[in-house]
């Protein structure tokens, strides 16, 4: 049972993160390919719920499955843990990319992040314009206001290329045209996946292996604060703003204290103080391996970061307890 420091989250704690993404990410694992989104996600949800409920915190979901009236398990507002132990924001996607999932294609993952109370932005569940680029450029190489072309220029001249050699990630969706269109004019490549943009973030911090260098568009606002805390402990920088676009949506967010509908979010203000983050590959990417079932054990492969730290490691863990998934 994991113990806790005065200050922080204690670090044994990460460690006990590792297995809620594991049971999510076998669980839906099983379903994979099936063509079954919603099946997928509901034992994703059921797997890592439980989990979650044998941790040693008095944890709050921030986002979630959905606000409380959409989501019967892992909503906005739900609290899980044994309620011994530290008061803890909870951020989580059992399942970042049914569709990747139902159709077995690349980068589907199981992802959860923890963070001391109130450090992480609590938000309905809209979407979010989002940019982000991984470690090593100076601040303020991204603005989310800039046009496409001047982010890239800017990230093209920090990172010592040619914008001909920056690859820019994008939601394959009809909502990004004009976005894809600006970015084509530039001469930079686009990578448009379609579906998964936490692993697409945390992609941008590795570019010589993923061929990623910078995230744009917009996309789910709780895959925002997941990506924002992966990156809080690999290095990078992220923008993200609301899109509030109704009075009905303008009124979800004031009633989460949210009253600046055009607040442009930083990194840090989207995960802030001690967060942990963790996530497990359902399917294969290239952030990640996916669940492999063999005859006599379960495979998986999980990332699990520290922002205090700045620990990054990696679990392959060969699992032959087959009765505990």
Do not use: W
Request: hydrophobic share 40%; proline share 4%.
């Amino acid at each position: 049972m994991a113990k806790f420091a005065s200050n922080g989250l204690d670090r044994i704690l990460t460690l006990e993160l590792v297995r809620v993404t594991e049971r999510a990410a076998v669980a839906a694992a099983r379903l994979r390919g099936r063509g079954d989104e919603k099946a997928a996600d509901q034992v994703a949800v059921d797997a890592m719920r439980s989990e979650l409920n044998r941790l040693p915190i008095n944890g709050t979901v921030v986002i979630g499955e959905g606000e409380r009236d959409e989501a019967p398990m892992l909503y906005i507002g739900e609290e899980v843990g044994t309620g011994e132990g530290p008061a803890v924001d909870i951020a989580l996607d059992p399942l970042e990319g049914t569709t990747i999932c139902a159709k077995n294609l690349p980068n589907s993952l199981a992802v959860i992040a923890i963070a001391e109370k109130g450090s992480l932005l609590y938000a309905p569940d809209v979407y979010m314009d989002k940019i982000a680029i991984g470690p090593g450029y100076p601040a303020g190489t991204i603005d989310i206001d800039a046009p496409a072309a001047q982010n890239l220029e800017k990230l093209a001249k920090a990172k010592g290329v040619p914008v001909g050699e920056i690859t820019a990630c994008i939601l394959d969706r009809p909502r990004h045209a004009r976005l894809i269109e600006e970015v084509r004019a530039t001469g930079a490549a686009i990578r448009l996946i379609g579906d998964g943009d936490v692993a697409g973030v945390i992609h941008t911090t590795d570019p010589d292996e993923t061929g990623i260098d910078i995230y744009m568009g917009i996309g789910g606002a709780p895959e925002g604060v997941l990506a924002a805390a992966a990156l809080r402990c690999i290095g990078g920088q992220m923008q993200g703003r609301l899109q509030l676009n109704t009075d009905e949506k303008v009124a979800r967010a004031k009633k989460m204290g949210i009253d600046d509908p055009e607040k442009v979010y930083q990194m840090d203000e989207m995960a802030r103080g001690d967060v942990l983050f963790a996530a497990t590959g359902v399917t294969d990417g290239n952030l990640l391996a996916g669940v492999k079932f063999a005859r006599d054990f379960i495979q998986t492969h999980t990332i699990v970061m520290r922002s205090s730290s700045r620990t990054v490691r990696e679990i392959k863990a060969r699992h032959q307890d087959l009765d505990k998934f």
